[in-house]
């Protein structure tokens, strides 16, 4: 938050005006003053112990704007500026509408630097890390060609494609996961606390147990008696796994697993594809030269292994070769996107076909996790009877040979 200044200045009537304002400086509100008509006399900053040191704005700054919260206010301000309102007052009532106290500081921050005459992409960029390098860079070509709301349409489109579809993931593979875990404490219950009572019987009575009871029981014991350790042991293995992955070759390899593993992988690489396309596509139609669009694009996958193709193909690019040969040649991207890159160079619509590659595979994407959920949940109740019924069986039926010796 900006310091607050009393300011006493003399309106364009010549009549006394007395009141405070945010700004950076003296300087900086004086201007803004002369800028709303006024002729100041007198400004003071006003000391407020509720004013945010600067320290606490730099670690807001390092926060940055999830996707929807993004995507609702670019479509808010693309709304405000297509109604011919200026960008100042357009941030002002956009900040206004806003609820988060975090978002109304940033906002409030781009303003004022934006009053003081930078560039919106500028005022954007010194926010640290809140907002994505793809997003200044398409607000600085829109600014650049005079499309700063068609841009911004663009950009929110673009963001709410991408939350639906995660929201839409995420949503599928929700109940699957609850399943599992249910399975899982189903298992882990059975084994800790049923099967123990039940052995003591067979103990008591010193008969031979078939093999399946015998490690059922094993099992158990080794559950109860050792979960201290297993829980250390399992603990380590993570510590082991999460620094080996912080490594460049542990989360290439990581990344590489997850793109080529069955099933998922497949649905990996097509969201991979869709988030590339769609991002690039934008960024080509809003104006940004195919290099840096590729530059920009190879931090959006979050993936190494397909960042390495990406950063091949800027370089080939470079040197004037064909980006769908050089996509070819990688041999780790549907065919989908090559072929319609080739029409795109060859007919000169590269944009839109990359963009309507984004959108096939984001149908896609809802189609397979849809069919896929439907078809986990069938397999994942078969899984949890056939387990439990397997633990039962083995427990229930030297019981009631037991039971039946005793009659």
Not at 259 to 282: D, E, Q
Request: with cysteine.
């Amino acid at each position: 938050m900006s310091p607050l200044y009393k300011y006493t200045a003399f309106g364009s009537n010549g009549k006394e005006v007395k009141g405070s304002l945010e700004s950076d400086s003296v300087r900086a509100a004086r201007e803004k003053l002369r800028t709303q008509g006024l002729k100041p006399t007198k400004i003071d900053e006003v000391v407020s112990k509720k004013s945010f040191s600067t320290k606490d704005i730099t670690i807001k700054r390092a926060k940055k704007i999830n996707t929807i919260q993004l995507a609702v206010m670019t479509r808010q301000l693309a709304t405000l500026l297509g109604a011919g309102m200026p960008l100042v007052d357009s941030m002002r009532a956009l900040s206004e509408q806003l609820d988060t106290p975090f978002l109304k500081q940033v906002m409030g921050n781009v303003r004022e630097r934006v009053t003081e005459g930078a560039a919106f992409n500028v005022a954007l960029e010194a926010q640290g890390d809140t907002f994505p390098k793809l997003y200044i860079r398409m607000i600085k070509s829109g600014e650049a060609s005079g499309t700063l709301d068609m841009v911004l349409t663009r950009l929110a489109d673009m963001l709410e494609g991408q939350a639906m579809l995660n929201r839409k993931i995420i949503s599928a593979i929700t109940y699957p996961v609850l399943m599992l875990f249910l399975c899982l404490g189903v298992i882990i219950l059975l084994l800790a606390y049923v099967v123990p009572q039940i052995s003591v019987i067979f103990k008591e009575r010193g008969k031979a147990l078939p093999f399946i009871t015998e490690v059922i029981i094993n099992i158990s014991d080794l559950i109860r008696g050792y979960w201290w350790l297993m829980g250390i042991i399992i603990f380590f293995l993570l510590i082991i796994f999460q620094r080996y992955i912080k490594t460049t070759e542990g989360r290439y390899k990581l990344d590489k697993l997850i793109v080529t593993m069955p099933i998922f992988g497949h649905i990996f690489l097509k969201v991979a594809t869709s988030r590339l396309a769609t991002n690039l596509g934008t960024m080509l139609k809003s104006g940004i030269e195919l290099l840096t669009a590729l530059s920009i694009s190879k931090n959006i996958l979050s993936n190494t292994y397909l960042e390495e193709t990406i950063k091949t193909a800027s370089e080939g690019v470079e040197q004037g070769k064909s980006l769908s040969m050089l996509l070819s040649q990688s041999q780790k991207f549907p065919k989908i996107l090559i072929h319609m890159t080739a029409i795109g160079e060859q007919t000169g619509s590269l944009d839109e076909m990359l963009i309507r590659v984004g959108k096939n595979m984001e149908t896609e994407v809802e189609a397979i996790v849809a069919g896929l959920t439907s078809l986990l949940e069938p397999i994942l109740i078969i899984f949890l009877a056939f387990i439990v019924g397997g633990i039962l069986a083995a427990v229930m039926l030297p019981m009631l040979e037991v039971t039946s010796i005793g009659k």
